[in-house]
């Protein structure tokens, strides 16, 4: 870092070559058990997040710890119980700890980082109850990441009429994109497209039984909408839905002030 700013100094590279540079630079290593991209933010807009599936609680422990002193914050989703109750023993005394156990999303952020408000407005359905989980970890992501959210969920099409409301709402505060989160037979996010005018992204979630359980009828009806404008994630993927959301509304936010 210090032989880029050198550089910078004296004239030998632009400062737009310098910020390239250091967006490469970062690299945290935890000997030979991981390698946090802690620079990734900076260089894509979107924060790296931990995935805390597979790993042992003192693993992710040891992980979490290393991100937030390198970084003043740290993501983790798919966390289980014993993973939070292990994250949250080692969280230093100057840091806020944020988890949900129905979610499975953990956020601790030293006292005094503050998220960069980036403008980007994102609308957030959830057809039920059900699907609640993975709407609010596409939720806390995407606030993360800067963004104003707008929820509303138990909005399927099981009964249309509690859909209209929320959805006015969301255009009168003119987001730039909705996630459309749905398990069963994943109608939601089609209807949804087939209303407003800004991308839909479709989230199916493993809500379901028998013949296409486990989210699969939901996908595969999503992949085979008639309404254009819609995009489909992953069964169950709140978060690459958020950071797909908060791309396109960051995005927007920036054109959106630079040309007022």
Not at 166 to 175: A, W
């Amino acid at each position: 870092m210090r032989e880029i700013l050198e550089k910078l100094a004296k004239g030998l590279i632009s400062l737009d070559d310098a910020e390239k540079l250091l967006r490469l630079l970062h690299i945290a290593e935890i000997g030979n058990m991981a390698r946090l991209d802690v620079n990734r933010e900076l260089r894509t807009g979107i924060a790296e997040i931990i995935f805390a599936e597979g790993k042992t609680p003192e693993d992710l422990r040891k992980i979490a710890v290393k991100m937030l002193d390198e970084t003043g914050r740290v993501m983790i989703s798919r966390a289980d119980k014993k993973q939070i109750e292990a994250i949250e023993e080692a969280v230093p005394s100057d840091s806020i700890f944020q988890a949900s156990d129905k979610v499975g999303t953990v956020v601790i952020k030293k006292k005094g980082f503050e998220v960069d408000e980036k403008g980007g407005r994102i609308g957030i359905l959830a057809a039920g109850t059900s699907d609640i989980p993975v709407a609010e970890e596409a939720k806390i992501v995407a606030e993360e990441m800067g963004c104003e959210v707008v929820t509303a969920y138990d909005v399927g099409v099981a009964g249309i009429h509690r859909l209209l409301p929320p959805l006015r709402e969301m255009i009168e505060k003119d987001v730039d994109v909705i996630i459309a989160v749905a398990g069963r037979e994943g109608a939601l996010p089609s209807v949804v497209s087939g209303l407003v005018d800004v991308p839909v992204i479709a989230v199916p979630t493993s809500v379901g039984y028998g013949l296409g359980e486990r989210g699969v009828s939901a996908l595969m009806a999503m992949l085979q909408a008639c309404s254009l404008g819609l995009a489909v994630v992953n069964i169950d993927g709140g978060v690459p839905a958020a950071a797909m959301a908060v791309l396109i509304a960051n995005r927007a936010a920036k054109f959106r002030t630079s040309s007022s």
